[in-house]
């Protein structure tokens, strides 16, 4: 007669746990970012809203297309300066902005030609560049889920 085989044990291995520290940096990294763009949306457009009409260049305020650059430039450079102080080399950090920019650049030609409002680019550009930071993020998930202190290290 042959010894019962032993039941498989469910305690979590060092394995499972250093996964489940990457996943939990990975998406802190995720949230500190899209946190970091408010802050820098937050900070920046009120000076555009006092500085742009003393400098006469109101018409970048009062165009949709002109005014989502303006507002992706403000997240990307709350995002920036949150993932330069997170030690992020110089690539990593353009690869993101771009993730700002990339979704109202498509949609610009849509409103160009009357096919989408103002509004639409405003409210797509935004949905869709969360997904576009995703995108950027899984390329290198490394260089993201790396940080389980939360300190500024630098990446490599």
Same mark, same amino acid.
């Given at each position: 007669?042959? $010894?019962?085989?032993?039941?498989?044990?469910?305690?979590?291995?060092?394995?499972?746990?250093?996964?489940?520290?990457?996943?939990? &940096?990975?998406?802190?990294? =995720?949230?500190?970012?899209?946190?970091?763009?408010?802050?820098?949306?937050?900070?920046?457009?009120?000076?555009?809203?006092?500085?742009?009409?003393?400098?006469?260049? &109101?018409?970048?305020? $009062?165009?949709?297309?002109?005014?989502?650059?303006?507002?992706?430039?403000?997240?990307?450079?709350?995002? +920036?300066?949150?993932?330069? =102080?997170?030690?992020?080399?110089?690539?990593?950090?353009? $690869?993101?902005? %771009?993730?700002? =920019?990339?979704?109202?650049?498509? !949609? /610009?030609?849509?409103?160009?030609?009357?096919? /989408?409002?103002?509004? +639409?680019?405003?409210?797509?550009?935004?949905?869709?560049? !969360?997904?576009?930071?995703?995108?950027?993020?899984?390329?290198?998930?490394? $260089? =993201? &889920?790396?940080?389980? %202190?939360?300190?500024?290290?630098? %990446?490599?």
């Amino acid at each position: 007669m042959t $010894e019962p085989t032993p039941a498989p044990t469910t305690t979590p291995t060092t394995t499972d746990a250093a996964r489940r520290a990457r996943t939990r &940096s990975f998406v802190r990294h =995720y949230l500190e970012m899209v946190a970091a763009m408010l802050v820098g949306m937050l900070a920046l457009h009120p000076v555009w809203m006092f500085l742009f009409p003393l400098l006469g260049w &109101s018409v970048a305020l $009062e165009r949709p297309d002109l005014h989502t650059l303006l507002m992706a430039t403000d997240m990307a450079l709350g995002m +920036t300066a949150w993932m330069r =102080y997170r030690g992020h080399r110089w690539r990593p950090v353009a $690869e993101m902005a %771009s993730a700002m =920019y990339l979704p109202f650049v498509v !949609l /610009i030609g849509p409103l160009w030609a009357g096919l /989408i409002t103002g509004t +639409t680019l405003f409210v797509a550009g935004h949905l869709l560049m !969360l997904p576009a930071m995703l995108g950027v993020m899984l390329l290198r998930p490394h $260089e =993201y &889920s790396g940080h389980p %202190s939360g300190s500024p290290v630098r %990446s490599r």
